[in-house]
């Protein structure tokens, strides 16, 4: 059974550093892409950050230069790790995994991230 | 920029049809953006009922199914039931590695 579980969120100041992490289980990691997706109080989801099997990445206009994606394959982990946090960066934030090719077929139940002073 | 669409909000009767869209601003949805659709409900993570355009999730019921419909990616609800209503969404790739969302389509059961 695929499972991605999330940790690393919290209350976070403007300006300040917060490392998301996801941990899977149930399939060979190494193998997929997988992505970051955020959704803010009462809003729609927003597609984050994606790496592919090589370490490829790619990210949204609103996270680039602030937001860097990257993956351990031996501990099958994801990161996220955020730099310079606005308050419009508070969201809850998901992973999610990729089949083969396309989108996502699998998520995690997400982590809260709020920046606020 | 181009934008992906949805309708905002729709409504459909129990034991009925409905079908959802997912457009661009500019062009038409192909089978090349991978379509994929989610159903969210309040509190809780999305959960992937299609993806790849037509490939329906483990555990999803055969009542959900998608396709092209002209220029628009549809996912079509058959005997529409209570616990259908929730929020869809769809994504599209949009190249390069870039992913984009749809706003959404709150779907009511009434």
């Known amino acids: 059974e695929v499972q991605l579980l999330e940790s690393g969120g919290g209350l976070v100041q403007p300006g300040g550093s917060l490392r998301l992490s996801c941990a899977a289980s149930?399939?060979?990691?190494?193998?997929?892409?997988m992505s970051w997706v955020r959704q803010a109080p009462g809003k729609g989801l927003e597609w984050v950050s994606a790496?592919?099997?090589?370490?490829?990445?790619y990210s949204a206009d609103s996270v680039k230069g602030r937001f860097t994606i990257s993956r351990d394959n031996s501990k099958n982990t994801l990161y996220l790790q955020m730099n310079d946090l606005r308050a419009e960066d508070t969201a809850i934030y998901y992973c999610?995994?990729?089949?083969?090719?396309?989108?996502?077929?699998?998520w995690g139940q997400g982590t809260l991230v709020t920046v606020s002073s | 920029q181009t934008v992906v669409t949805q309708e905002p909000s729709f409504s459909v009767s129990p034991g009925g049809t409905v079908t959802l869209t997912c457009g661009l601003s500019s062009g038409s949805v192909s089978t090349s953006y991978y379509p994929s659709w989610f159903q969210q409900t309040p509190g809780q993570a999305p959960r992937t009922l299609i993806y790849n355009t037509n490939i329906r999730s483990s555990g999803v019921p055969d009542r959900f199914s998608a396709s092209i419909l002209g220029n628009k990616a549809a996912l079509t609800i058959t005997g529409a039931q209570a616990d259908d209503e929730s929020d869809y969404y769809c994504v599209l790739y949009m190249g390069s590695g870039i992913r984009a969302f749809g706003g959404g389509t709150k779907l009511t059961v009434l």
């Open positions: 790496i592919g099997t090589g370490g490829d990445t």
């Open positions: 149930g399939f060979t990691f190494s193998s997929y892409a």
């Open positions: 999610a995994k990729h089949p083969v090719a396309g989108n996502f077929d699998y």
